[in-house]
């Protein structure tokens, strides 16, 4: 019985949670601020507080009926967002929405109807801000589950306001407020896998406060890379943008890659516009460049045979185009594409085996949170198909199975989208995420989940899709023990086969990140990151190493932070485990053997004849 707590019961724990928050020290997100007519929200590159209240100097303002705010993208942020209303009260009417990330004023939101409004930003679309509007008595309304569908599957027709609030881990601006809600875990907890992992894994602990680290207009701006070693399972390395190379040019550092020697890890900013180049062995930030508009992940084309092998692409997201970077010797933009027609917003995309074909998702294309998938021609950018469907709804990463098959996380959805490369269509939409009572289907969206899909790669022998599900509450899944899971999906038969959940019960821990690391003597871990926890968590897919997924398990948590303020470890987003062991590099870097860095042939050495081609017949 102890996996099947009822809804009531979670429904008790979020008031006893909320009461906890009210009984303790002022908790701006708890406690709502005195009534306004009219308010600023700036939006800011601060984690937890991304829409900044002038009011209140957090991200939830209360406003009398017939109020006003104005969204503001100006010098507190490097880049472009938008302000978008998700949710609502049933009896208003209002509708607040761009069709392109853009800066300055021009967005704001008069209240026609008291009750509590969500704001998100659909190219961020974990930065968000509140505002509670009263009715005529001065009380705010609670939030009802017509609003809120979430609600329901707690078995409550509603909930007052503010304990809807006290689950939200985005809503959490203070110190005491990130403690609440995010899973911050200590030395204790730290769990060691039985069998180690080969390399190391790199991890942008993109909330991790550094003090001094400052944006150009001297504010501080978040985040760092920390490097833990695979074998101990324990940090080895911490890089900043304290550095002199990335001074003003580092800020939420998002995600990263690697050159086929693995000399070179490349991390783009994703609320800036610059990327690094930072000397692996070292740590060493030894060059940064403006590229555009919040710039996303790093791939690199592996077709040893072109004359494009290791050409990266770099998607911006907060504009239309992917870009063509080179690193011979320093960075150089060989080309900037559109990745589909008109606006695109693309975000995470990833390369069949053979570099032909880059898969991208374009997370919104105007009005609404429609995205599409698009197909390009690796060396050219040229759109061989763009793909729109109604499960496509700010579509955000994609994994492809060697040349054949690609998994596109769509956080609107809930749905990964399978598309078949071979033909250019979308062949499947499959859910991941779960209601609060544990149910997933196509019917369930994201006002009912508050969970979204994030990144889905595949692993090296083609065998499973590992899907970061994250949770936008602290509400653990009575299924899973945890707010957030991995889901894993069988690619034979592209069902979700397990679900794990990630992270301690009552907290969030944000699972984002997720790429898969070679295990020593053979088999692969799926390296997790987790924006709202300090924890890097290693789960294997198949620990019987039967072939099957169903006993899939959290067998590793690295602690990132050393528990010092509550964002240390904090905000891991991106994850490459190095050497990069997926179908069509490692075989790159395996042919090197012998020349590279010292460290990085003892790694090579590690691997088995199927983790150094894991295309070879006999391996999958
Ligand atoms: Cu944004």
Known sequence: MRNKRRPLTVLAAITIGLFAIASAAPVTGATLPPTLER?????????????????????????????????????FTETRHTATLLIKPTTSQLQVDQDAAWRGGGASATFDAPGVYL????????????????????????????????????????LPAASVLSVLPMIAPTEAEKRQKWD???????????????????????????????GEHGDEKPGSITVVDAASSRVEREINGLDPQAKGRWNNPHNMWADV??????????????????????????????????????????????AHFETLSLPLSAGNNILSVLDSGGFDIADSSPTGEGRNHPHGQWITSDGAQTVVPNMFKGMGTA???????????????????????????????GKTKAYVANIGSGQVSVVDLASGTLTKNIPVTLTPDCQSGAQFGLTDTLQAPIQTPVSPDGRFVGVAVMSLTTVARPCTGSADHVAVIDTLTDTVVARVGVGRAGHSAGTHGANWQPKLGGGYYLAVANQHSNVMTTVDPDP??????????????????????????????GIKPLPNVYDGWVQD????????????????????????????????
Request: proline share 6%.
């Open 261 to 306: 020697r693995e000399d070179t890890v490349y991390n783009a900013n994703w609320f800036g516009r610059w990327a690094n180049k930072i000397d692996r062995a070292t740590g060493d930030v030894v060059e940064s460049m403006e590229v555009g508009q919040a710039p996303t992940h790093f791939v690199s084309d592996p077709n040893e045979h072109s």
């Open 544 to 573: 019987n190493s039967d072939g099957n997924a169903v006993d899939a398990a959290v067998v590793g948590r690295t602690i990132l932070g050393s528990g010092a303020s509550a964002t240390d470890g904090t905000g891991g987003q």
């Open 589 to 620: 870097t395996v042919a090197l053997a012998g020349t590279l860095n010292p460290e990085v042939d003892g790694w090579i050495a590690q691997l088995t004849s199927c983790q150094r081609d894991p295309s070879a017949s006999a391996c999958n």
């Open 371 to 401: 995205g599409s998938i698009s197909i390009l021609d690796t060396e050219t950018n040229e759109v061989l198909k763009e793909i729109k469907a109604p499960a496509v709804q700010l579509p955000v990463a994609a994994g492809i199975k």
């Open 184 to 214: 911050i875990q200590a030395a204790a907890d730290e769990l060691v896998p039985q069998v180690p992992g080969i390399g190391e894994v790199w991890v942008d602990t993109q909330f991790e406060a550094v003090p001094g680290q400052t």
């Open 39 to 75: 308010d600023t929200m700036q939006l800011t590159d601060t984690p937890g507080n991304w829409f900044r209240s002038e009011a209140t100097g957090s991200p939830v303002t209360t406003l009398a009926l017939g109020g006003r705010v104005d969204f503001v993208v100006g010098d």
């Open 119 to 158: 704001f998100v930003c659909k190219v961020h679309p974990y930065m968000t801000g509140v505002v509670a509007v009263e009715d005529a008595a001065g009380n705010v309304p609670p939030v009802t589950s017509g609003a809120l569908p979430f609600l329901s599957h707690l078995g409550a027709a509603s």
